[in-house]
């Protein structure tokens, strides 16, 4: 199971899938988030290790963003109609019905980050990210637990609920240490996904000599 790596401003992921010009923002975003915000801390107190998390999830969120203005700015330029997404770290309360529905009475667990429509509908359903520290997989069922939710909402959801893509991230690893996880519940997740699991991405960043290494397969190829 050889991973790809994804250069900056490549634009395009290699995939079976047509369009991957989100994806391929969300992977520029990745790799503008410096060492900085990445500790390597082996805390024990989950508290601390989702306070991690979230200052890698943060600056992330702020890159991801800049990306998307400037998408906004070309489509104003260009005379396009309005760039249809918006980025969501928290989603608001308008947003709980759609991804309850979502859940299949899963719980009311919400991915890390959203790129959709707005917070009022289920239009122009982007991407969903969960992102986790290589620490925060300790314990059972972590890796398991985020694959399933991003298959309720790519691959189980309804149909108008669906999302393009679905993204697991691990920050400050690579891409060995998603192989580890993920053979562990290799069973359990090729049960979940069905057709759709080439949309589900699965993603290690780790920083080398002051430089960024994005490394990633699709789940469908992780099972070839």
């Given amino acids: 199971m050889q991973p790809k790596t994804y250069f900056p401003h490549s634009k395009k992921v290699d995939s079976s899938i047509e369009n991957t010009q989100i994806l391929a923002d969300l992977f520029d975003a990745i790799l503008k988030v410096s060492n900085k915000y990445m500790h ?83 239009e122009h359903q982007g991407i969903v990210v969960e992102i986790k520290r290589k620490e925060g997989l300790e314990g059972e069922n972590k890796f398991y637990d985020d694959i399933s939710k991003l298959c309720n909402f790519v691959c189980n959801a309804n149909e108008e609920y669906r999302f393009q893509f679905g993204v697991f991230l691990l920050e400050n690893a690579n891409f060995q240490k998603v192989e580890e996880e993920f053979n ?14 080439d949309r589900i991405f699965l993603v290690a960043y780790t920083i080398n000599d002051g430089k960024g290494l994005l490394e990633y397969l699709d789940l469908k190829s992780m099972f070839e």
């Fill in 40 to 122: 390597d801390n082996n805390v024990e107190d989950d508290a601390q290790k989702n306070y991690l998390e979230r200052v890698f999830a943060y600056e992330l969120y702020h890159r991801w963003s800049n990306i998307i203005y400037r998408r906004k700015c070309e489509y104003n330029r260009q005379g396009l109609d309005k760039y249809p997404y918006i980025l969501s770290g928290e989603t608001g309360k308008d947003m709980t019905r759609f991804l309850t529905e979502v859940r299949h009475n899963n719980g009311h667990k919400f991915p890390d980050l959203v790129l959709h429509g707005d917070l009022s509908s289920h």
């Fill in 184 to 197: 562990k519940v290799r069973r359990k997740i090729k049960k979940m996904c069905g057709t759709r699991s």
